[in-house]
């Protein structure tokens, strides 16, 4: 089974995920953005049994547009998001993909909250689309 690492900036908050992500998403959400100082986020979900996290994390409680609360784990040192947790979905972590720093991890398959897609973002007509 392959193993991807990633970790922070700095390397103290690291995940290591196991096998094939269970869904590789790109959300054009507001909250996204902010979270990520990009135009889109893109993040891979794995079940959590399958991702092992070393290092100290600090937590950002926020609830979503349409409701869900998600938890954030980011490195206290250097400020980036490394994983995030929806305490509805006990069983799944998600990945955010640029922590990974592999520009050979898959390509997302879903692409939500396209209303608020920046214009120029253009996005495969291969993959699902969500308002
Ligand atoms: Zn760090
Ligand atoms: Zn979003």
Redesign the pocket.
Known sequence: MSTRDA???????RCTAQGEPIRISMCHCLACQRRTGSAFSIQARFPSDRVRVEGRSSEYLRISDDGIERVFHF?P????TVYYLEPSKPDVIAVPIGAFADPSFPAPTMSVWESRRHPWVAVPASMDHHG
């Open positions: 970790a922070c900036s700095c390397g103290q908050l490195c040192d250097c400020g980036a």
